[in-house]
Each structure stands twice: as C-alpha cells, then as structure tokens.
C-alpha cells in the first residue's frame, strides 16, 4: 500500500471490455473493512458486464471496479466495527441490503426491497483491495484455500436452490451445467439425492457435472431429454428440477419432466419473458414453482460452509482455470466461450 494506489479491473467505458488500472485506494467508514484480494472468482454477471450487454446497459454506471465473489483477508477496520479482526479470513455476502424493509424485518433479508450488489451497484473485488460494510463479512477458516473460499457466494445459489425443498432420497434434474449447475449437482448429492441428472448442451461441461457426482448426463442437442428423464425415473419424470439455463426451450422441458406435485426452483434469469403451459404444466400437476434469489442471511453461508468443510461437497474440480489479474482477458474470453469451470483470478 506503499503509494495508496492499487491495481484493478475497471468498467470503463460504456462498450465490451475493461481496463486494468491503478486506482486510489478505497477509505473505509467507521462500520467498514479493508479486505486484501487474495483470490477473486468470474460470476457470469461479471461476464455481462464485460460484454455490456442490455441488462448491464441498463444498471451500471461506469467508471467502476467490478467483480463480487472474493475471500480475502482484513487489513483495516473502522472504529465501530466489532464483529471482525484484522487478519481475519473473509467472504463477504455480496447483497448489501436495508435493515429496515418489511423483508429485512421477517428473516428474509435475501429479497430486501432496496438490494445494493457489490461489483454491480458499487466498487466490487476485482482489485488488491475492497473496502465493504463490515456487517457483509462471513468469516472463513484460516484453513480453506482462498479459491475455495472464493466460490462460496455461487455455491450459495446452489445450496439455496438445491436445499430448498426436501432432496433426501429423491430424483433431482440440474438443467444448465454452467459453475452454479456444476456445484448444484455435488449438493445434491451430498443431500442424499438418489438420482442426479445433469443436462447441458456442453460437453465439457457435463464433464464437470459427472466429476461432481452426477448419477446421469444428458445432452438435449443429442438425446431426447424428456425421454431419458421418462426412463430413469419409471415414467414419472423427476422430483426435483433446479431450472440454471435461462433458455426458453430448457425450461419449458423442465416443467415437463418434473413429476406430479414436484418441485420446479428457478434460479437462471431468463432475458425475456418466457411462455409456460400453466394449466397443464403447473396447475394440473399441482407442483410448486419457487424463484430463488441470493442466499438466505446468513442460514445459506451456514450450510455452505458446513458442506465445505465436512468435505461433503468438494469444489475443485470445478475450478479448472487459474490467472493473474493482469491476464483477466484470457479469463473472460473462456468464461465466454463455456469450455471451462469456475475461473479464478489471483490479485
Ligand atoms: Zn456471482
Ligand atoms: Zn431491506
């Protein structure tokens, strides 16, 4: 911290790309942190964001540093902040929200009405150094490697999706192999599924899929997915479907193959508004369709590291790709192109 000045990543320009810059720094108020970036993850949002498509058009405000998903280690802290120490090792839950709003008063802070996202709505963790409310810290073993750590905040949308409803002895389709996919498939097996199906258009991908602990693949571009779901589950299709695609057609299929009184949780985020058969899709078989957002505050990171360091879910082979912060473009350009898993940048 020798000159206050630090390397990072920054949306620049309202175009696709980002520039590494030396920037200022950030000061931290009384009920901040100073968190040193030890390893720092590619979301899919992040993506967006480089590729400045419609969504991020419409949300960020350039110039700003981006990236959420981090564990790093604290180096300053305010004079308020008493929940943390210097050199702790942290994650941080990337929703910054209210405190106040009728959600954040009943438990469910995850969906709080005036939702701030770090790296989306202000400085995020693409750099050496993030400065962040000390009440977003979750608190890593000293033990967890760093790029482990830093995956923490993706797994939750997994384990909030997958563990929203019972898995336990139960068939469970992922449809969409990207990371949170990937994760999904080994917390459901970890959750006791009897059966976890995968379903990607990549191969390399359900590759990933079948290291993590899938039962069966299943590739739509090559087979009848609604078919070999029929066959493995005796013709009634599958408990459980954890919807991670976003892709009209995959969803559409999704509500058919889940069974009678199933359970359909949508976590991918469709760019437009997608046509469903609501009578005979979800009122006539009478199944429970759930949005999920974020990660419940804080029983999601509880279970989240409890599968990490029980070594009940084991992420690594998920990570596939390792870069410096300098060489973020190569990061991006495979995240992409899809032939990878979780990339994870070292500042
Ligand atoms: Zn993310
Ligand atoms: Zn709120």
Redesign the pocket.
Known sequence: MANNMMKAIVKDKMAPGATLKQVPIPEIGDLEVLIQVKAT?I????VHIYAWDEWSQSRVKPPYVFG??FAGVVVKKGKLVNNVEIGDHVSAE?HIVCGHCPQCLTGQAHICANTQIIGVDRDGCFAEYVALPAENMWKNDPSLPFEVASVQ??LG?GVHTVLAGDVAGKSVAIIGCGP?GIMSVGVAKAAGASQVIALDLNEYRLDLAKKMGATSLVNPGKENPLEVVSQLTNGYGVDVVCEMSGHPVAMNQGFKMVKNGGRVSILSLPVKPVEIDITNDIVFKGITVQGITGRRMYETWQQVSGLLSSGQVDVQPMITHHFSLEEFEKGFELMLQGNCGKVVLHP
């Open positions: 993850s979301c899919g949002t992040d959420h998903e990337t905040e993706p949308n949170i």
